[in-house]
């Protein structure tokens, strides 16, 4: 129980550090809703957020994940034909005008509709000339690991 609870402590105290990183103000709310993103393995959508926070005002959550997006707390992933889901940022991810620059692939289960971020060896270059690349996304689609074996 004790080590149960150092281990809450430590959770806060990192998503408390996340926040501040990002310079947000710490509220409970905020730390509860990083609280969920970080009981996943994979992206989760806001109506899962919303029935994990059970009771909760809906601008307040709306304004934390716009707020979250913007700041590069969170990143939204919205796959072909699937719902908008939203994954918490790894480090490599630099937020630069509100645009996002992650170096890893969006893996989409065909089984169990989760959807996961992946880090690859190396992120392509595309070596386009004259054109300017802000945005890449890679969508892949498959079985997850819990689905294939
Ligand atoms: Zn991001
Ligand atoms: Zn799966
Ligand atoms: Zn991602």
Redesign the pocket.
Known sequence: MLQILKLFCNFVAVMEDLLRSKKLSVTDFRVSVLEIFNRYSS?ITSDQIESELGEFDRITLYRTLKTFKEKGVI?E?ALTDTDTVY?L??DD?IEDEHI?H?E???FKCDNCGN????DIPAYPDLNLKGFRVDRMDIQVFGKCEACSC
């Open positions: 992206a990143h992933i994954a940022c790894l991810c996002h992650h890893h692939v969006h959807v996961f971020c992946l």
